[in-house]
């Protein structure tokens, strides 16, 4: 079981930066492809972006390509997320997620708790 344990977040105005934690506690996290994904209310959890177990290969949400950037360090076993020129529209709870796939469509067993990042307008 590989536990999750997210920080980061928090309220900014559009245009402005964030950026998100997600520590493993165990040191299986680097077999695991790393991933983000969020959940705005009354809509339904989507993908935001993804990184392979040896960061060798990123994936994003269209909407977010060009202004956030996932990266991983194996070392501290930490997946990140920076968030820049944040829109209302990113308004939602992230989730971190680990699993050997992931995408729009697919994703693993292990979540983290939840980080709300709220951009007002």
């Known amino acids: 079981q590989l536990q999750l344990a997210q920080s980061g977040g928090g309220s900014v105005q559009a245009g402005g930066s964030l950026s998100l934690s997600c520590a493993a506690l165990?040191?299986?996290?680097?077999?695991?492809?790393m991933g983000w994904y969020r959940q705005a209310p009354g809509k339904e959890r989507e993908f935001v972006a993804s990184?392979?177990?040896?960061?060798?290969?990123?994936n994003y949400i269209d909407s977010v390509k060009g202004r956030f950037t996932i990266s991983r360090d194996t070392a501290k076993n930490t997946v990140y997320l920076q968030m820049d020129s944040l829109k209302p529209e990113d308004t939602a709870i992230y989730y971190c997620?680990?699993?050997?796939?992931?995408?729009?469509?697919?994703?693993?067993?292990?979540w983290g708790q939840g980080t709300q990042v709220t951009v007002s307008s």
């Open positions: 997620n680990a699993g050997d796939w992931l995408g729009p469509t697919i994703w693993g067993d292990y």
């Open positions: 165990e040191r299986t996290f680097s077999s695991y492809d």
């Open positions: 990184i392979s177990w040896n960061g060798d290969s990123t």
